[in-house]
């Protein structure tokens, strides 16, 4: 298994440019999670999905949107984006059992430059 | 007041010292209580989950005091490998979303 991937591992963007984050994993999870991580800030997440056809905002969801077609991708789109959204996106999905809490599984992440 | 808060460190210690970092959470209804560890460029990764009761995996130990808001992680016998980022982790709201909210980091280098 793979686990969970993203794609692409670096990119550089103009201020204004458009680019879209995919995340897949094969591990039949249902919870999906976009987080962005900055020096000194944490994780802090943007966006996440309880289930196909759902997303709902997190933290910081400003600037972002997101889409959940299927069960084992997370796609993260940034429309216009802004020197703010240079950072470091990670995306993470768990498996839900009720009401307990699980490991969250993160991919490699990809750096993000906007000029 | 942040949800949870750790000293960022870094903490430099040499090889086969003992070294403990703390963390405390806001929310005195959180349930679920993780020790996620940070290689410099890579993802997080579960390190331990922490129980009422206090739990143990080897040379890590993890605490739990719910009256003070308040988690802890031992590490004895450092090792080189140990250096790495330690992030606490405390769940966040509803249940049904898995939602987790993660420290800004606790940073460890180990020395030879």
């Known amino acids: 298994n793979a686990g969970v991937t993203q794609t692409p591992k670096f990119r550089v963007l103009k201020t204004g440019q458009s680019m879209t984050l995919l995340c897949a994993q094969d591990?039949?999870?249902?919870?999906m999670y976009w987080y962005r991580q900055d020096p000194g800030m944490g994780l802090r997440l943007i966006h996440y999905?309880?289930?196909?056809?759902?997303?709902a905002k997190g933290e910081v969801p400003d600037g972002y949107n997101v889409s959940r077609l299927k069960k084992q991708n997370f796609l993260l789109g940034l429309e216009s984006a802004a020197p703010s959204q240079t950072s470091v996106y990670f995306c993470?999905?768990?498996?839900?059992?009720?009401?307990?809490?699980?490991?969250?599984?993160f991919g490699p992440g990809t750096r993000l430059t906007v000029l | 007041r942040k949800e949870v808060e750790q000293d960022p460190g870094p903490f430099n210690v040499p090889e086969g010292a003992t070294v403990a970092f703390n963390c405390t959470y806001s929310?005195?209804?959180?349930?679920?209580f993780f020790w996620y560890r940070q290689d410099c460029r890579k993802e997080p990764k579960l390190l331990m989950s922490?129980?009422?009761s206090g739990n143990e995996d080897g040379r890590f130990t993890a605490q739990l005091n719910r009256a003070s808001q308040y988690i802890s992680l031992l590490i004895r016998d450092s090792k080189l490998s140990d250096s790495a980022t330690y992030l606490c982790?405390?769940?966040?709201?509803?249940?049904?979303?898995?939602?987790?909210?993660f420290g800004q980091g606790t940073t460890l280098q180990v020395k030879p």
């Open positions: 993470a999905s768990s498996y839900q059992s009720g009401v307990a809490y699980n490991e969250q599984f």
């Open positions: 591990m039949n999870h249902e919870y």
């Open positions: 999905s309880v289930g196909e056809g759902t997303t």
């Open positions: 929310n005195s209804a959180s349930q679920s």
């Open positions: 922490v129980y009422s």
């Open positions: 982790v405390v769940n966040g709201e509803p249940s049904n979303t898995g939602k987790l909210i």
